[in-house]
């Protein structure tokens, strides 16, 4: 199995840039499809961006098309989120996920999840 380890994230303000990257260990990334999705308390987690195992193939939720940009290095084992034009409502615990589903948007079909990390943006 494959294990992921998140960083980047932390506080910016709104119309800022944050990077986030998923570091893969155990397999090689390009095992899995990897998704993006986010959380805050109360809701449930939201997709926000996946990307086939080769890197062909990026898929976006609607509310950050044009501001964040998913891509992957599976020489270095790594997936990244570049999150431009950010805004309060981005504000969230993001979590990067590994799936051989192509159900990319689904969260259930994910079967190996990174600890999290927290993103905040001030208005």
């Known amino acids: 199995q494959v294990q992921l380890v998140q960083s980047g994230g932390g506080l910016v303000q709104a119309g800022g840039s944050l990077r986030l990257s998923c570091a893969a260990s155990g397999r090689q990334i390009s095992t899995y499809g990897i998704g993006w999705f986010r959380q805050t308390p109360g809701k449930e987690r939201e997709y926000v961006a996946a990307i086939s195992r080769g890197g062909v193939l990026k898929y976006y939720t609607d509310s950050v098309k044009g501001r964040f940009t998913i891509s992957r290095d599976n020489a270095k084992n790594t997936v990244d989120l570049q999150m431009n034009s950010l805004k309060p409502e981005d504000t969230a615990v993001y979590y990067c996920?590994?799936?051989?589903?192509?159900?990319?948007?689904?969260?259930?079909?994910?079967?190996?999840w990174g600890q999290g990390t927290q993103v905040t943006v001030s208005s």
């Open positions: 996920a590994a799936t051989t589903r192509p159900t990319f948007s689904d969260f259930s079909s994910y079967d190996y």
